[in-house]
């Protein structure tokens, strides 16, 4: 099988041509790209220069390609996938002249933020690990862009000082909170893109400052990505509970895994909420994401239904628990009756309290009545040291860094 570096270069330039092509139709057709300047960009970007060890079509496939795992086999650097890469870009918007910074380098993402801002512009990408920067740095001068991109090594939570303000940063990398220094670096008319960690969901984010120590966006596309390494590393925690059965959880909150376990041994009882959604509506992860903000303890439960009697929806559901963790309830669903493409969300309550079960059934309707087919919610982001008393009223996510505030407005 020939890799990228064994053809010569004729050969490569005509058949890469085509599979860009193809590649960037593609997502056009998906609606991943809606700005031509954004499809230019990709035009003017080989792949296949950014991720030179694969075969030809496999550098233009619509899929991430892994370069560095950690001794255990988890990833821990990747060439991001270029749906992620478009829909990152849409999101940020760079324009002519713009300054930029992106946290997190593997040359493909700096080359086509230089595309957009141009000569007049200026990208600054920061990596943690120095084998990825000594990647980016080769694979942009493959591609002639050496001098166009400054490659920093060093740990992105405190952003690039020297070069700021941004019009621009775009962190390709996940973090579990947003970096004071982030803000403090980004031009007061600036955009911040963040895949984001909301109690264990990722999501995209765009964020623009509102004056005053004020920052607020959403966007909230699901994402995955490799967690930040550095000073802001975080994890989520998973715990085993019955055969076949884990919940996923983020952030300090009260669980007794072995009685949240033996809560979820005993039957369940379903409980229907009369929210019918069609199975093409793309409801799971908007609802993933109102739970995450109205429940006091949430987690998401993953099952493996060879293993296990409990009925999560496949990727895992939104669990709450009792804070003794004697009760718990998940969301679930059930198709509905001679409808083939609608279903019904529901809750199945284990254990006695049924006020747990009501509170979920009764935040499905409260969804359905006044938030369903609505942007979703609103990310509100403070500098640190803002007064509480002054902050918008929702789901206040705890993490270190700059305070953040989830809500969902009616309209
Ligand atoms: C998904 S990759 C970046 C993809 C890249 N932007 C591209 O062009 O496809 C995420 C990168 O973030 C880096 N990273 C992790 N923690 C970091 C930190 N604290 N500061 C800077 N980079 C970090 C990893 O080493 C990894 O290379």
Redesign the pocket.
């Given at each position: 099988m020939k890799t990228v570096s064994d053809r010569s270069v004729t050969e490569l330039a005509a058949e890469a041509g085509e599979l860009n092509h193809q590649l960037i139709h593609a997502l056009e057709q998906a609606g991943r790209i809606t700005t031509p300047e954004i499809a230019a960009a990709f035009r003017a970007t080989p792949r296949h220069l950014?991720v030179p060890d694969v075969e030809l079509s496999e550098a233009y496939k619509d899929d991430?390609q892994p370069?560095?795992r950690d001794g255990d086999g988890r990833l821990?650097?990747?060439?991001?996938a270029p749906w992620l890469?478009a829909q990152m870009l849409e999101y940020l918007r760079p324009q002519p002249g713009n300054s930029v910074l992106?946290?997190?380098?593997?040359?493909?993402?700096?080359a086509l933020l230089h595309q957009l801002v141009g000569d007049a512009g200026a990208v600054t990408?920061?990596?943690?690990?120095p084998a990825?920067t000594s990647r980016?740095r080769r694979c942009l001068r493959a591609a002639g862009l050496e001098d166009a991109v400054r490659i920093v090594t060093?740990?992105?939570?405190h952003g690039v000082p020297d070069a700021a303000p941004y019009d621009r940063i775009e962190v390709?990398?996940q973090a579990a909170a947003i970096e004071q220094a982030w803000l403090d670096q980004l031009d007061p008319k600036g955009v911040l893109v963040v895949p984001l960690r909301v109690r264990g969901l990722g999501r995209l984010v765009a964020l623009t400052p509102n004056g005053e120590g004020h920052y607020s966006g959403g966007g909230w596309l699901p994402c995955g990505?490799?967690?930040?390494?550095?000073?802001?590393?975080s994890s989520t925690r998973m715990h085993a509970l019955t055969p076949g059965a884990r919940v996923r959880v983020d952030g300090t909150q009260p669980l007794d895994p072995e009685a949240l376990a033996k809560a979820l041994d005993t039957t369940g009882t379903p409980r229907w909420s009369g929210v019918e959604v069609g199975s093409s509506e793309g409801t799971r992860p908007v609802i993933d994401l109102w739970f995450a903000t109205v429940l006091d303890t949430y987690g998401t439960l993953l099952t493996d239904p060879k293993e296990s009697a409990l009925r999560a929806l496949p990727g895992g559901t939104p669990l709450t628990w009792t804070t003794d963790s004697t009760a718990a309830a998940y969301v679930t669903m059930r198709p509905v009756e001679e409808k083939s493409d609608r279903y019904e969300y529901g809750v199945i309550l284990h254990g006695d309290d049924q006020a747990l079960a009501e509170t979920l059934v009764e935040s499905l309707r409260e969804w359905d009545r006044d938030h369903r087919g609505r942007p979703g919610p609103v990310l509100h982001v403070y500098d640190e040291g803002t007064d509480p008393a002054t902050m918008a009223l929702g789901r206040s996510l705890e993490r270190p860094g700059a305070p953040m505030v989830l809500t969902w407005p009616k309209s």
């Open positions: 950014f991430y370069t560095d821990l650097s990747s060439v991001s890469v992106e946290i997190g380098s593997g040359g493909y993402n700096a990408s920061i990596d943690i690990d990825v980016a060093g740990d992105g939570a390709t990398v990505f490799v967690a930040m390494r550095g000073e802001a590393a």
